[in-house]
C-alpha cells in the first residue's frame, strides 16, 4: 500500500457502502445488478482499472484492482461481476488484441457502455478446456460461430463476449482459439440466468451462438490456435482474484463474529466469554493472517511479473477451502441466527462455496502443483 492506494481505497470504499451495499436483496431477486451500475462505475473511474490511459483506463496497477476487490467483499457484495471485466476480459484484450482491437474494445470496456464476458464452461466441459465442443468455422472474411456455453458471469448482461472456440476440430488444444462476439449479432441468444445457491444477484447465465457470423478480424490473437496457450497464462490472474475474494472473506467473518459473539449472552455471560469461542476465533484468526500473508506475497510477486502458476494454485485451493472452513466455524458461533438469510455470516457461507469450484477446481489446482513436484 502507498498514498495512492489509500486514496483510492477510500474512494472505492464510498462507492461500494453508496451503490453496492443497500440493493442486495433486490438484486439478489432480480437475479443481476441494475445496468447502470456498470455506467457509474465507468464515471467514477473504477472499469479497467489497471489498463493503460490511452486506452481509457485507469492507468494502475493490479494492486487497486485487489483493492476494488476487497472493498467490495467488505461492503457485502458478491452481486457486481467486476472483477471478471476488469481483470480478466479487458486483459485478454490488452494482452492479445491487435491496437485496432485494443482502441475499438476497451474505451467501451472502461466507460462501462460495454460489460464484458469470458465464455469457456460449456454443459459437458469444464476444466477440460481442450475438449471443448463450440466452433468457430473460417467463412471468407468472418467466421461462423455455433455453440453453447454455461455457468457464465456477466452473462445477461454481456455486451462483449470472448469465445473459447474449436477453429480447427482435429487439433485437440492446438485447435482452440479466443473469438470475440458483440452480442447483439443475430444468432446470439441467452439462455436462463442460473439459479445458484449463492451469489445470487450475480447474472450467471447460459449463452447460445447458432452460426454467429463475427469478422474475421475478431480472433485474439496473431492466429488460430492461440486460444488454450492464451488461457492458460492469464488464469493464474483470475486464480489470483479468488484468493483476494477468500481472504477479504476470511476477514469479514471474523470481524461480523467478534462482533457478534461480544453483544450476544448466553447463561448470563456474552458469548465470547466462553472458551470455545475464544479459541475457535483464535484459530480462525490465525488462519486469516497466514492467508493473508501469503496473498500479499503473491500479489508482490504478480506485481513484478514473477508469479508462477504452482504457487497461484497453492494460493488458490488453499485460501478458497480455509476461508469455507474459517466461515463455517463462525456460522457456528451464530447459532440458529447463523443459518437465517438476512444475518451475513449467512451470505459470506453461502457465496464462497463456489471458490472451490469455478476458476478451476480445487483438485485441478493439486493436480497443476503435483506436475512440478
Known amino acids: 500500500m502507498d498514498t495512492d492506494l489509500d486514496d483510492f481505497r477510500a474512494m472505492a470504499r464510498t462507492f461500494c457502502e453508496k451503490e453496492l451495499a443497500p440493493h442486495q436483496e433486490r438484486w439478489a431477486a432480480q437475479k443481476q445488478v441494475d445496468r447502470d451500475l456498470w455506467t457509474r462505475a465507468g464515471e467514477v473511474g473504477l472499469l479497467c482499472l489497471s489498463i493503460p490511459e490511452e486506452y481509457g483506463g485507469g492507468g494502475g496497477t493490479f494492486a487497486h484492482e485487489a483493492v476494488l476487490l476487497e472493498e467490495q467483499t467488505a461492503a457485502g457484495d458478491s452481486c457486481w461481476g467486476v472483477a471478471l471485466h476488469n481483470a480478466i476480459v479487458a486483459h485478454y484484450v490488452l494482452a492479445y488484441g491487435t491496437e485496432s482491437q485494443k482502441r475499438s474494445w476497451l474505451p467501451k470496456l472502461a466507460t462501462g457502455e460495454w460489460v464484458g464476458a469470458i465464455a469457456m464452461t460449456e454443459p459437458g466441459t469444464g476444466s477440460d478446456l481442450q475438449n471443448i465442443t463450440t466452433r468457430a468455422r473460417r467463412d471468407g472474411e468472418d467466421y461462423v460461430v455455433s455453440g453453447s456455453k454455461t455457468f457464465i458471469t456477466n452473462g445477461a448482461q454481456a455486451d462483449f463476449v470472448l469465445v473459447a472456440a474449436k477453429t480447427d476440430p482435429d487439433a485437440g488444444a492446438q485447435g482452440v482459439s479466443l473469438v470475440a462476439v458483440e452480442t447483439a449479432r443475430t444468432g446470439f441468444s441467452r439462455g436462463r440466468v442460473l439459479e445458484k445457491v449463492g451469489m445470487k444477484g450475480q447474472d450467471t447465465a447460459e449463452l447460445n451462438f447458432a452460426d454467429v457470423l463475427v469478422p474475421a478480424g475478431n480472433l ?5 490456435g492461440q486460444g488454450f496457450v492464451q488461457l492458460m497464462q492469464q488464469l493464474p490472474q483470475e486464480r489470483l ?49 497466514i492467508c493473508r500473508v501469503f496473498l500479499d506475497d503473491c500479489i508482490l510477486k504478480h506485481l513484478d511479473g514473477q508469479l508462477d502458476i504452482p504457487t497461484v494454485a497453492m494460493l488458490k485451493w488453499w485460501t478458497s477451502d480455509r476461508a469455507m472452513h474459517v466461515v463455517d466455524q463462525c456460522v457456528q458461533l451464530f447459532g440458529g441466527y447463523g443459518y437465517m438469510a438476512e444475518y451475513p455470516i449467512a451470505r459470506l457461507w453461502t457465496d464462497q462455496r463456489v471458490q472451490r469450484i469455478y476458476g478451476g477446481t480445487n483438485e485441478i489446482m493439486k493436480e497443476i502443483i503435483s506436475r512440478t513436484l
Open 241 to 289: 482474484l479468488i484468493g483476494i475474494t477468500s481472504v477479504a472473506v476470511m476477514e469479514r467473518a471474523l470481524a461480523e463474529t467478534l462482533a457478534y459473539t461480544k453483544e450476544r449472552t448466553a447463561f448470563g455471560r456474552a458469548v465470547f466469554n466462553f472458551q470455545n469461542t475464544r479459541f475457535t476465533l483464535a484459530e480462525a484468526a490465525t488462519e486469516a493472517r
Open 220 to 224: 485474439l490473437g496473431e492466429a488460430e
